[in-house]
């Protein structure tokens, strides 16, 4: 099953192609920004921000209330490790491109 996660946006790593990189429970991982950067939430405000990480991009933004709410419910669920090492397996290869 592939979650939304919340994670951390800790720096912007390509401002062109929209990447940033995000803490997800100490894993962190290059996920495409593109889906919440708007006139409202540009790029280099992201950062410190929270996101909802859905392969490989962030799905919307979110406060760090609602972030420690769903890991909670995620770790009760047994569904956070899962994701995790789903994270590290995929953040030890290469990022993917994202279409402009």
Known sequence: MCLGIPGQIIKIT???KQMALVDVS???REISLE???DEYHP???CVGHWTLVHVGFG???INEDE???TLKVL???GEVQAELQAMKESASSP????AA
């Open 75 to 77: 770790k009760e669920l």
């Open 14 to 16: 390509n401002a062109e």
């Open 43 to 45: 790029l280099e405000r």
């Open 26 to 28: 100490g894993v962190q």
């Open 67 to 69: 972030a420690e709410a």
């Open 95 to 98: 990022p993917a491109e994202v």
């Open 59 to 61: 799905m919307s933004l």
């Open 35 to 37: 889906c919440v950067v």
